[in-house]
């Protein structure tokens, strides 16, 4: 006679729920992209009930960022000193666009679009003007460039100094891929050129 247990597996709870949605997220997001990732699919293969993890995870694409956050190539992000300005910020911005690199182009597009319409606008222009580690970065780079001679870093305005991270952040918002030809692109045709112009 069969075991009704077995033929029922115990649902899961806490932090033993939260990793096999995970899982099943990060594994369905792998096979089908985001565009045919559904949170019925997430629940079926975590087994687990669809209204649990909508109360955890009020639309998709946080389910889905969640999982890349967790289980995505990490970000450990250092600034490149290649005795080159071009390849300094290539590399440094090229360090950024791993979890494009392991997707491909197509299986992302979507996300960032759905993620932006989930942020309230109060959070996401709150601090427009504040620091941030992208920011920093690129100004090491730029003070790199000056202790060689390439440019001088009082001369290039607040602006052109925001450029760098202005473009990329343009690129994931408006395209939601980023490749490494793109970043290439961005630096010859437009930050080099900005950068040099008072040389």
Do not use: C
């Not at 369905?28 to 993890?53: C, D, I, S, W």
């Not at 289980?71 to 450990?76: A, I, M, T």
């Not at 601090?127 to 790199?144: G, Y």
């Not at 607040?158 to 793109?182: A, G, T, Y």
């Amino acid at each position: 006679m069969p075991n009704k247990e077995s033929d029922h597996p115990k649902r899961r709870r806490g932090a033993d729920l939260e990793n096999a949605v995970l899982s099943a997220a990060w594994e369905l997001l792998q096979e089908v992209g985001y565009h045919n990732f559904t949170m019925a699919e997430v629940a079926k293969r975590a087994n687990a009930a669809k209204p649990v993890l909508y109360r955890r995870w009020p639309e998709k694409s946080s389910l889905a960022a969640t999982a890349i956050l967790t289980f995505g190539p990490k970000l450990d992000v250092t600034v490149p000193d290649t005795g080159s300005l071009r390849q300094d910020l290539v590399d440094f911005f090229n360090q950024l666009i791993k979890i494009f690199d392991m997707f491909g182009t197509d299986k992302l597009k979507g996300l960032v679009s759905d993620r932006l319409k989930s942020i309230p606008m109060e959070k996401l222009f709150s601090a427009p003007n504040s620091k941030n580690q992208l920011q920093d970065a690129v100004e090491q780079i730029l003070k790199q460039a000056e202790n060689r001679h390439e440019l001088v870093v009082k001369d290039l305005s607040p602006r052109v100094l925001n450029l760098p991270s202005v473009l990329f952040i343009n690129e994931v918002v408006s395209q939601e891929v980023v490749n490494r030809d793109v970043i290439t692109d961005i630096v010859d045709e437009i930050l080099m050129p900005v950068f040099l112009a008072k040389k």
